[in-house]
């Protein structure tokens, strides 16, 4: 298994490279051109830019993903340059809700890399995981498998000096033919960083701890159930483009699976989970000198869920998969905001007035051979969805805007795609159709005075809100000689009733300094295109240049360009490989901004470009095996912002860092 | 297996919750029972025959909109029945004036045990020298009696009152009667409005419209949205919606128009006015 992921090494940059060409041609095996990030960091792939880095670097890079940042942690992912309210992350199928009414712990944040095998992405609406209009991402759990007896263990630290980061991580598996258990446990501790010219960027810090456990238990030889829990605490952490910054993000994730396989000769597979989790957050101000008010910011998130799924086949012609799944959400924050004048009462208001969200979907998908390197998939889902107030206090907050708001709102959410996927020897090509339903989230539908410090708006949330739409197309074509390959991914969204937030002159902001209060509209139609290039040569047996473009248009009508919408970008790399010894240089840049979002509070971009590089050693003894690798990111220390950096914070400047692996 | 039993666990608390609810809801309306049980007494007043309790919800009178239960009993504590009762609240100062403040007439509630009214103590005690005194006359058994007797009124951490002179050169006084205990939502917001004729005269102030203002000082001066002007309703109060969007310190600017629309008292928020002549706060 370790060793797929080896050769996925270069999935970095191409996604097809794992794909058999032989096996597509005469059976049919579910081939999409989604993307698989692979994140291993035992038997990692020395090729990687930074083997031990975060999650959100392994996120960023793929084409698709835009790692929106507010500071040096918890990037929030954007799916095809769409926010995270229209994409859905799971962990293994299991649904998590942020707990932060200011999107500074998208669920990405509470996993490490020692937890994780892959992250799977998926655009468009043909996922199974629910109804979502710009994708999704599951990232899956790393787990060992049952086999004759064998324990591993390893051992990863490493250090920046940009940001003093110090990173440890250890992990351990033990491999029996009954069972198995994998443990993990890892650390990573930060302070300011600098900005490009030397300046220390304040309230930058962070120190984030993660433990993961998984244990399988073999009860049949066609059966199993896996028990999985992660433990995530994240303390200190800075957001130097916020107001504010974070006490404490904390996650308790468990869930228990129970798989069987095959089940009957066209039942393959049949596998049920349930699940819970449960986020607190804690927002805090205390550490900032200058703040018009002291305030408090908690808020938690507790959600159950579970979902059962069977695969199965018809004659070799149709490969199907059933998917019934359901989760309960309360989601609850509150701000408190302590007067300055002694004696004065504190201010309470409820920012998520605990809200419970019950959501059951169900889901069916099947892919069938059309003709020899033809095939085709259908996907179709429908959702029941209900929201409901819980809090009377919170009813009556909204209630001041809404008077004739009700408690509870259902809504029942279709969504369905067609893609037909050619293979030849050389290429392979996708055409799809999909669209989506989503309903409102928490702060859209909710939120109450929710601030947003890039446009200085207050965010009120709008319970009469319909549900918004999308239909999407995608192409996708790659080509695959033996020294060249090369990918093309475009995609475009037309969205309905697409929800934003608008200025309303009436009403008064709430929070010192703020420039007004925005409600959320919709906008009949908006329309968002894509566009991913990659190119792969390999000019000698040693040598390997790789390439890629990314490019995004979005505009709203009646609005204007979308927000957060990234320009030209590019990456490119060159690597040499000599026996153990490993030498790679990368360019990373992006064209100049002049079409933002000035109504979102957007100012124009100029251009950058960086210089990388790194080396790396391994080596394999009779103590284990060895890997050290060492870099410098942004070569000269160039000063730099892009579209995804919140408030335009810029990004850090020369950053030395060195990596160490041991394994045995 | 245990994750599945805890999701039971929290669907049945769930449902029990539901029920629980719905039966708390059908009790929420307090009978009038309930109100008498939790009056607190704020002192006896007695002469030589029998003694009144002055009762209110918080046992103390403040400067402001109070509401006021009485009860006659005689001197072992046994409770009587009048025929009828009247009152007046009196200001005696050390300067020599007297005054009265706007209050009800006596209402005889169903059971005629308790007796019930509102005062409007236009200013706190202080000390002997400027004291309130309640003059009681009522009925008993055909004999006619009267009682009077101190009572403290203590000054409001808040204003919830204010005396000024409108710019129609007349004296009057507005007082919040409700909320009295606040949300955060859509209040039901209540004043009386009252004139007065050198200081004894005094007569509510028949439809006037009172533009109201809420407004947050410590925090920005931000206000809040849907509050609608306050106007005049049989009962003798001026009523409106009062939106408050969270707890704390609410000052609530107002500005008086008589019938004719022209400005007794008061301006509006602008950026460079941060409050008006003419407010009145609450906290909670």
Redesign the interface.
Known sequence: MFNKYIGAAVFMLLCLHAIGQESLSDTLTPVSLDEVIVIAPRQTPAQKVKPYGSVDDYLESSGVLNMLRRGPYAAEPLINGMSSERSIITIDGMRIYAACTDKMDPVTSYVEITNLSAAHIQSGAMGSSGASIAGSIDLQRRKSHFGSTKNNFGLFSGYESNNQLKLLGASGTFRRKTYYADFDLSMRDAENYRIGGGAKQAFSQYSKYNMGATLGWRTSSRSEIVFSSIYDRAVDVGYPALPMDVRLAEAMI???QYRRKPLKENLAEWTTK???NHVRHIMDDSQRPNV??RMDMPGRSTT?G?FSQLKGQKNGQHKWRLDLNGHFNRSYAE?T?Y???PG???????TWPDVHTYYVDASIDDTWRLASGMHARVSLGLAAQRNQVANE?G???L???Y?EMRPAINRLLKRGGLTVHWHQKIWNAELGLSCAERAPSVSEAYG??LFNSYDGYDYLGNPNLAKESAVAMQAAWKLQLSRLSAGLQLNQHWLHNYIVGMPQA?????????AGVKQYEQLTAAQIFNAVLQLSYRPHRLLLWDAQWTYRYGDGRNFGPLPMIQPLSYRSWWHGTFRQWGLAFGLEGAASQRRVSIISGESGLPAYVLLHANAYYRWQGSWGKFLIKGGVDNLSDRYYTTFADWNRLPRPGRNIYLHLNWEW | ????S??MR?IIVAVLTLFLFAACTKDEKPSEQNLYEKLRLVQYIENEHHRIGVYSRSGTLTVGYNDVYFQLEDKQGNVLYPASMSWLPMMYMSSGHSHSCPHADIAIADKASWFQAFAIFTMASEGDGDYWQLEFTYVLNGQSYQLLGRVSVRPSPRRTLQQFLGADGKSYVIALKAPSEP????NEMEVGLFQSHMGHHIEEVKDYIIKIDPR?P???N?????NTDLTYHPNGFYKGNL???????WRINMVLLNQLGETIKGEPITEDNESSSLYLEL??
């Open positions: 468990a869930s228990v349930l699940y819970g018009p008010i159950l579970g701000m905001m007067a300055n004048h004065e009462k504190d201010m309470f208001m409820l206090m009813l009556q907050s209630r001041i805007f008077p109450f005075y009436h009403y008064n902001a709430m929070t010192i300094g703020a | 297996m245990k994750l599945a805890s999701y929290s949300i955060v939502g859509i947050m410590t925090m920005g931000h206000g809040s949205p849907n939106s408050l969007t969270m707890t704390g310190y906290e909670f």
